[in-house]
T-cell receptor, first 114, second 115 residues
Framework: DAGVTQSPTHLIKTRGQQVTLRCSPK?????VSWYQQALGQGPQFIFQ???????QRGNFPDRFSGHQFPNYSSELNVNALLLGDSALYLC?????????????FGPGTRLTVL | DAKTTQPPSMDCAEGRAANLPCNHS???????VYWYRQIHSQGPQYIIH???NNETNEMASLIITEDRKSSTLILPHATLRDTAVYYC????????????????FGSGTQLTVLP
């Protein structure tokens, strides 16, 4: 049973560019959440997708957008990259209807903005 | 969600029990206590969760005080591979209106298991 997978593993971009990160949830899961983790800090919630809709959003600007596909996989898009967007981007999947909704995380994508 | 307080770092000898404390004095009646850990450069890993009863699984035990204002995660026989940042998170269950609750991570406790 494959867990949560993310691609690419590492990415280097320059300021002003756009980036797309991808996530495939754990088999059987229908909800995908995205988190940003800056160096030395805990992960910060960006947004969550269920039934191809954004259900919740954290305190992130509109430059951060996402999408969920019918097969439950998801993309995170970041436009007009800033140096401060350099971070580990984590995808977590879960089963929406479970009351306690434990989330399973992927290995992350390390984004470096130069 | 209630705020949690954890010590920034702890050491534990290999083979001994690691007891990681967490204070959550403002916890509400329907909020669960979750524990995750993050080994360096990996994604967080779910460990265990509980509401008011003590819980045990293959990874750890969770002891929640009777007033639910604090909890302790116990790794019964710590190994070097248990070295990680441990996060205690308090979180409401599913919102019935159609939005699952996200996880709000603090700074966690860096546990170092020493040989």
């Amino acid at each position: 049973d494959a867990g949560v997978t993310q691609s690419p593993t590492h990415l280097i971009k320059t300021r002003g560019q756009q980036v797309t990160l991808r996530c495939s949830p754990k088999s059987g899961h229908d909800t995908v959440s995205w988190y940003q983790q800056a160096l030395g800090q805990g992960p910060q919630f960006i947004f969550q997708y269920y039934e191809e809709e954004e259900r919740q959003r954290g305190n992130f600007p509109d430059r951060f957008s996402g999408h969920q596909f019918p097969n439950y996989s998801s993309e995170l898009n970041v436009n007009a990259l800033l140096l401060g967007d350099s971070a580990l981007y984590l995808c977590a999947s879960s089963l929406f209807r479970r009351e306690y909704n434990e989330q399973f995380f992927g290995p992350g994508t390390r984004l470096t903005v130069l | 969600d209630a705020k949690t307080t954890q010590p920034p770092s702890m050491d534990c000898a290999e083979g001994r029990a690691a007891n990681l404390p967490c204070n959550h004095s403002t916890i509400s009646g329907n909020e669960y206590v979750y524990w995750y850990r993050q080994i360096h450069s990996q994604g967080p890993q779910y460990i265990i969760h509980g509401l008011k009863n003590n819980e045990t699984n293959e990874m750890a035990s969770l002891i929640i005080t009777e007033d639910r204002k604090s909890s302790t995660l116990i790794l019964p026989h710590a190994t070097l591979r248990d070295t990680a940042v441990y996060y205690c998170i308090v979180r409401s269950p599913q919102i019935s209106s159609g939005s699952a609750r996200q996880l709000t991570f603090g700074s966690g406790t860096q546990l170092t298991v020493l040989p």
